[in-house]
């Protein structure tokens, strides 16, 4: 039995509901190997998703899991987290769930530094509704709600959450499976609040609206549009602040290791004041 195999719901879910050519399927698998890289039983990882294209992943993963409203991911793990302390909880989000509706709860959860795995499937659009403009669509591409381009500035997922307050933040590309496996795995290891955005396609709506090719073609452009955190930091910074604009910087943005954890300051809290 393939690895992958053992960790989903095959006689229940499948087929799966995502388009030819979607790449949330490459995230997904990477998600379990990475899981199973680390050993972590079944029972003790609880995956949390709100509503939109990536948010059914967890309905194929054989989890603990819990498929929330829009935007309201963020809060149900939170709870789950200060309950069940010892879960792993994994939260799946899409670029409108995260970061539109779900913002408010990004940002907070950000700030608090709660130990929560985010993993953004950030596609550009709503593709699950229609294609509407997101917050990360880029200026110039055409949704169902910009016909004629965009106009408004995007959303940078991993400056927000770095200057929000996140203690690990990540960027990866679905083209990049081994190094977004591995990128995951640390994610989930890390005592805090972790985000790791990976760049996917959406070829049958965004892809056709920007004529952008099919699945494969998408994907092979995000191979070309990456570079790598380390050969970044190598550029004078004239040059990086123009590959910034131009190219997808993957890897390890940020690791703080020094920043209290919530959860555990809540249980501190909590003995404190039962000892009174």
């Known amino acids: 039995m393939a690895v992958v195999h053992k960790y989903l719901r095959l006689k229940k879910k499948f087929p799966h509901v995502w388009c030819a050519g979607c790449t949330n399927g490459i995230i997904l698998h990477a998600t379990i190997r990475a899981i199973d890289k680390l050993k972590i039983p079944k029972d003790d990882v609880l995956m949390v998703s709100g509503i939109g294209c990536s948010s059914r992943a967890p309905v194929y993963f054989d989890f603990n899991t819990l498929h929330t409203t829009h935007g ?3 809060p149900f793990a939170t709870g789950a987290k200060l309950v069940k302390p010892h879960l792993k909880v994994i939260v799946i989000t899409g670029d409108g769930d995260a970061l539109a ?5 990004f940002i907070h959860a950000c700030v608090r530094n709660i130990d929560l795995t985010v993993i953004v499937f ?3 659009n709503y ?3 229609g294609g509407q403009r997101s917050p ?5 591409k055409r949704t169902t709600t910009s016909p004629f381009g965009s106009i408004d500035p995007p959303v940078n997922v991993c400056s927000l959450a770095m200057g929000a307050g996140a203690t690990f933040v ?3 590309t679905a083209y990049h499976f081994r190094p977004m496996e591995s990128i995951i795995a640390r994610a989930i290891q890390h005592k805090g609040f972790s985000v790791v955005e990976v760049r996917c396609n ?3 709506i965004y892809g056709r609206l920007n004529r952008l090719g099919d699945g494969a073609k998408m994907l092979l452009d995000l191979k070309e549009q990456s570079m790598t955190v380390e050969a970044w930091k190598k550029l004078p910074p004239e040059k990086q602040k123009k590959a ?3 190219k997808i910087i993957i890897g390890v943005l940020k690791e703080d290791t020094k920043t209290p954890e919530y959860t555990e300051q809540y249980r501190a809290l909590c003995e404190q004041l039962q000892a009174l």
Do not use: D, K, L, S
């Not at 509706?101 to 709860?105: E, K, L, Q, R, Y």
């Not at 990360?136 to 110039?140: A, H, I, S, Y």
């Open 122 to 124: 950030n596609n550009f």
């Open 244 to 246: 910034e604009q131009e």
């Open 72 to 74: 309201r991911a963020i």
């Open 101 to 105: 509706i779900g913002g408010n709860h």
């Open 202 to 204: 959406c070829p049958i």
């Open 136 to 140: 990360t669509t880029p200026p110039g």
């Open 170 to 172: 990540a960027r990866t």
């Open 127 to 129: 593709g699950m509704t």
